[in-house]
């Protein structure tokens, strides 16, 4: 009884005393600096096991975290997003010590489903509408075979979307997944579908538009010793567990290889990750191989890759508890897992045995979209209210 009047307590004070500032990451800064920065031991870090303290250089400047301080200045409690699902969460527990735990990620998700009659610009027209700067992009990139000149689009035609957005504390979290869209030029329709089991768009007859990307395994390894989670809850430790990658045991010095075609985005020292390279490849993805011993000669910021390229060397640089790859593997920016896109089978087009039930379901939405069009109370995207989070937050 007496430990649950003071968590009570605890939490009173926490909720009233509290300021709560919305904050980006600043460009440069590692989780030891911010440490420091207040006045927290760099202890904090070095006991974390391994998982944990890779997680905290999964941090990217520009990301936004949730600092909550006490009337004094001093920190509170911190709330860093380091994926869709999984957060970094540092707080004063009821002895006043600092401690580290990760939470899940508490978001909502909203599919929409909306006509924009054009007024001055697909871009602007569509940003006064849903208040996201992303959609137009990711629209656009869907017609990059020159199918549609967007210049030509004049007032009065349209744009529909089917798209689903997360969010979180009332702001966007991550990017929309754009499932359905068409565009209206001069009364004529032209459409892309998502099919979800190869992530590639397709017209409403089953023609497909977009390359789906395909890597390979970049090493030659003797086992798996540590696979991809998300968000699992150990039933041990009590507590929520990720790993954003997969870990290929091999021997110190062995080659490591480009996965994929792309363009060498990083290369240099990332906090336990060590000596890391990230490449960028089309249509969103990109890959990061960590805790190498050295890089291949000739590796640098900028340069143009090709799948198989030898870029650099096992090692177990960083905080590392053997010689091993980590590989990661993010698509707009999300962490996934590595293993379900590399050496997927290369399909040409959809598969016979889906394809009818794709095309039904692709009717289905055009229905929709005309329907939507026609109508002059046409639906509203939902706003985002803005909303605090401190209920959900466990400071025990």
Not at 199 to 227: A, C, H, M, N, W
Not at 312 to 318: A, D, L, W
Request: aromatic letters at 12%; a positive charge; charged letters at 25%.
């Amino acid at each position: 009884m007496k430990k649950i009047i003071l968590s009570i307590i605890i939490f009173i004070n926490f909720l009233y005393s509290a300021q709560v500032e919305e904050l980006l990451w600043p460009k440069g800064e590692s989780f030891l600096t911010f440490l420091d920065k207040h006045k927290i031991s760099q202890k904090l870090y070095f006991d974390l096991e391994k998982e944990d303290k890779e997680l905290c250089s999964e941090i990217t400047a520009d990301g936004r975290f949730y600092l909550y301080t006490d009337d004094d200045g001093s920190l509170n409690q911190v709330l860093i997003p380091v994926s869709d699902d999984i957060q970094l969460h540092i707080y004063k527990d009821s002895n006043n010590e600092y401690k580290f735990q990760t939470l899940p990620i508490n978001y909502t998700e909203k599919t929409e489903l909306i006509a924009i009659q054009i007024t001055e610009s697909v871009s602007h027209d569509i940003l006064k509408a849903t208040g996201d700067v992303t959609l137009a992009a990711i629209l656009k990139s869907l017609f990059q075979d020159n199918s549609v000149n967007f210049r030509k689009m004049q007032k009065g035609d349209f744009v529909a979307l089917e798209y689903t957005q997360k969010s979180y504390l009332g702001r966007p979290h991550g990017l929309p997944d754009l499932k359905s869209a068409m565009v209206q030029i001069s009364g004529k329709p032209y459409y892309r579908f998502k099919n979800q089991k190869d992530d590639k768009y397709y017209d409403e007859k089953g023609i497909g538009f977009t390359k789906t990307y395909f890597f390979q395994i970049p090493l030659s390894y003797t086992r798996i010793s540590s696979v991809f989670t998300n968000k699992r809850w150990h039933p041990v430790l009590k507590r929520y567990r990720a790993h954003l990658g997969t870990d290929f045991a091999a021997p110190t010095g062995r080659n490591i290889y480009a996965a994929g075609d792309g363009r060498i985005e990083f290369v240099g020292n990332k906090g336990g990750y060590g000596k890391t390279i990230i490449i960028n490849h089309q249509n969103g993805y990109k890959t990061l191989y960590a805790h190498q011993n050295a890089f291949a000669k000739g590796v640098r910021q900028g340069k143009n890759i090709k799948k198989g390229e030898h870029i650099g060397y096992v090692g177990n640089t960083g905080l590392s508890s053997g010689p091993h790859l980590h590989l990661g593997l993010y698509r707009n920016g999300t962490a996934i897992d590595p293993l379900t896109v590399i050496n997927k089978p290369k399909l040409q087009g959809l598969d016979p045995k889906d394809k009818k039930t794709f095309l039904a379901n692709t009717q289905n939405i055009i229905n929709k979209f005309e329907a939507e069009m026609k109508n002059e109370n046409r639906s509203l995207p939902i706003k985002f209210d803005r909303t605090t989070d401190k209920s959900e937050i466990n400071i025990l």
